[in-house]
T-cell receptor
Framework: GENVEQHPSTLSVQEGDSAVIKCTYSDSASNYFPWYKQELGKRPQLIIDIRSNVGEKKDQRIAVTLNKTAKHFSLHITETQPEDSAVYFCAASKSSASKIIFGSGTRLSIRP | SAVISQKPSRDICQRGTSLTIQCQVDSQVTMMFWYRQQPGQSLTLIATANQGSEATYESGFVIDKFPISRPNLTFSTLTVSNLSPEDSSIYLC?????????FGPGTRLLVL
């Protein structure tokens, strides 16, 4: 079955700097790669996703890149703000309507 | 989007007992899933709740321990049976609406 690895497990960046979280997946049949943000005590919320027919997608300060050949995908957050502090999960799935397998999560802290 | 509610929001149970968690969605959805999130960990898929048929369980999860019902397209229950302290966790249902997977608020279970 699918296996998703995520790095780093913790990340601390200065406010205003960029943060990058990287993931790899094992199943070449995966075609959908969502990213979820989970604040303390809250449910996971989708922040951005990418499908295998594109290599990059951007939404304001957040961007995702996908290298399907290498089975790598990454989340980039620019101009980080205190409200970006949370746990971020990458995930992989065969489609947006299929079961999702999650990475282990990255705890992002933004230093003032 | 989908509005998902879960009952109970939290519970404390004695070992050996069972807890049934309800998940209600405000619209009909085809795909519904149950996840477990142990303290400080990622989300692990327990099973896919299939309407009108038996749930599809992931490796390491069995029907005797985690029976699931899905009587219609807006409702599902997950029972955690024969509770042990290792079952202390947050249990979340999720649904696919449009092309996005949304999560319920979770049920926080503590087993003593």
């Amino acid at each position: 079955g699918e296996n998703v690895e995520q790095h780093p497990s913790t990340l601390s960046v200065q406010e205003g700097d960029s943060a990058v979280i990287k993931c790899t997946y094992s199943d070449s049949a995966s075609n959908y790669f969502p990213w979820y943000k989970q604040e303390l005590g809250k449910r996971p919320q989708l922040i951005i996703d990418i499908r295998s027919n594109v290599g990059e997608k951007k939404d304001q300060r957040i961007a995702v890149t996908l290298n399907k050949t290498a089975k790598h995908f990454s989340l980039h957050i620019t101009e980080t703000q205190p409200e970006d502090s949370a746990v971020y999960f990458c995930a992989a799935s065969k489609s947006s309507a299929s079961k999702i397998i999650f990475g282990s999560g990255t705890r992002l802290s933004i230093r003032p | 989007s989908a509005v998902i509610s879960q009952k109970p929001s939290r519970d404390i149970c004695q070992r050996g007992t069972s807890l049934t968690i309800q998940c209600q969605v405000d619209s009909q959805v085809t795909m519904m899933f149950w996840y477990r999130q142990q303290p400080g960990q990622s989300l692990t898929l327990i099973a896919t709740a299939n309407q009108g048929s038996e749930a599809t369980y992931e490796s390491g999860f069995v029907i005797d321990k985690f029976p699931i019902s899905r009587p219609n397209l807006t409702f599902s229950t997950l029972t955690v049976s024969n509770l042990s302290p290792e079952d202390s966790s947050i249990y979340l249902c999720s649904v696919v609406s449009g092309e996005t997977q949304y999560f319920g608020p979770g049920t926080r279970l503590l087993v003593l």
